[in-house]
């Protein structure tokens, strides 16, 4: 049995809903289906999840949702009449314009698009509607309660006829609706193929998978065929946003296959995502380059700083005490660096450094802006000698300078910190280095 998810993009239009059609019907072993709410339509286009946080918006504004929900009323309206369907769509928004009018908090707002979204597709592919707030459970404190849920997951094992479940979102233990991150309905999906006990947990998208680094960046960059869920994390974490990062640890346990799909070119046979690819032949060592702008190093220097018992925890402590989660932690003798995300520091930057200057009595700190993080990723490089050599001289060559060098124990990894205006050039050097 498969789960397939589409995202998107794939539930926009009445065209590329009949192209989801087709594509579960091509297959009797598809039948538990999740969606996202729907997307562009056009590029400028609003996503229906965007106009329900600026419905929710207006409600705190003025008392009451307004033109936002009239917007979303008209997508709707448009696409079951487009799609042939006799469904009263009108009571669906007049529905969901008093819920989000009675709630507090944006959640519930935000998951109606794809509340709404597998109504439709339930409706026309006569398979039954299951609602998300039913079997995908959160704790008390908002974390997600995985054996809960797996439990009330494993029921729909029963159902014969298929079943479209909403992507995005699921209940408190009082019933209020909560959502995951924003692009979470990859991880609904995963959560149900593990319930399921899928063969094959499909991701349907309107790209052919994971491209070796980013489009925007390197044109027409390959696209790859398999990778690990080691390198996935890694890749998305760093900034590969095909698959939501965390769409992993539902399926990794059972070690489910996860298959990106283009939902406008099926033939494509995507990218295979799966727990072991050691059997894989790779046409080279490196599987993915993958990065981000917006971080900030904070860099410590202490004389007989190496033999100072609990440095380095005092300074972590002030982090914690902060709340902020640190990126990665290069260290020299007397020196120690901690790379942070620019916007977990906001506002709260100098208070850090001055509890930081309190706590360990520091010789000098300096604080480092705009820092792009690189990530080069692959297995291959465990057993290989040369792969940094080869990152840093094709950097040497483009003329990019170095800030910061970190690689993983795991030897799956290298990252390297560059300065933002050096970003794209960096990652143009690395690609050319290893796939041209
Ligand atoms: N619709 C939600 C979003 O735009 C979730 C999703 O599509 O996965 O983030």
Redesign the pocket.
């Known amino acids: 049995m498969k789960v397939c998810k589409f995202?998107?993009t794939s539930m926009a239009t009445a065209k590329s809903i009949r192209q989801v059609e087709k594509i579960i019907r091509s297959d009797p072993e598809r039948k538990y289906v999740v969606v996202?709410?729907p997307?562009k339509r056009f590029k400028g286009d609003i996503?229906v999840?965007d106009l329900l946080y600026q419905a929710d918006a207006e409600k705190a504004h003025y008392g009451c949702a307004g033109p936002a929900i009239e917007e979303i009323r008209d997508r709707f309206v448009t696409l079951v009449a487009e799609l042939g369907l006799d469904m009263d769509m009108d009571r669906y928004i007049d529905e969901v314009e008093a819920g989000i009018n009675a709630s507090s908090g944006s959640d519930y707002a935000a998951s109606r698009?794809?509340y709404l979204s597998a109504i439709v597709l339930s409706e026309l592919l006569g398979f039954d509607f299951v609602d998300a707030a039913d079997i995908i459970k959160f704790k008390h404190d908002g974390s997600f309660d995985a054996d809960n849920t797996n439990d009330l997951v494993q029921e729909l094992k029963k159902n014969t006829k298929g079943i479209v479940i909403p992507?995005?979102y699921g209940s408190m233990p009082d019933g209020s609706i909560k959502t995951f991150s924003?692009?979470?309905?990859?991880v609904s999906g995963a959560i149900i193929a593990r319930g399921v006990g899928a063969a094959i947990y499909e991701n349907w998208t309107d790209v052919n998978g994971f491209m070796v680094t980013d489009p925007n960046v390197v044109q027409n960059p390959k696209q790859m065929e398999v990778l690990s869920y080691e390198e996935l994390r890694e890749l998305s974490y760093m900034g590969a946003s095909v698959l939501?990062p965390d769409s992993i640890f539902p399926v990794r346990e059972d070690g489910i296959p996860i298959n990106i799909r283009n939902t406008f070119e099926p033939e494509n046979k995507g990218t295979m995502i799966l727990p072991d690819i050691s059997g894989y032949p790779k046409s080279s060592i490196v599987t993915g380059i993958a990065g981000r702008k917006g971080n900030t190093t904070i860099s410590l220097k202490k004389a007989m700083m190496n033999s100072e018992l609990g440095f380095g925890r005092k300074v972590l402590s002030v982090l914690e005490r902060h709340g902020i989660s640190f990126e990665h932690m290069p260290t020299g003798i007397d020196t120690m660096s901690i790379v942070i995300t620019e916007k977990v520091l906001n506002g709260v930057e100098s208070q850090v450094i001055e509890d930081i200057k309190g706590k360990v009595n520091p010789d000098s700190i300096e604080v480092i802006h705009n820092l792009a993080l690189i990530a080069v990723v692959g297995h291959g490089m465990a057993n290989q000698m040369g792969t940094a050599a080869r990152i840093f001289v094709a950097l040497y060559q483009a003329g990019v300078n170095i800030r910061m060098i970190d690689q993983g124990s795991s030897e799956m990894n290298i990252i390297i910190g560059v300065e933002e205006k050096d970003y794209e050039k960096a990652i143009k050097a690395i690609y050319s280095a290893f796939f041209e």
């Open positions: 995202g998107g996202s709410a997307g996503k999840t698009g794809e992507g995005f924003r692009g979470g309905s990859d939501h």
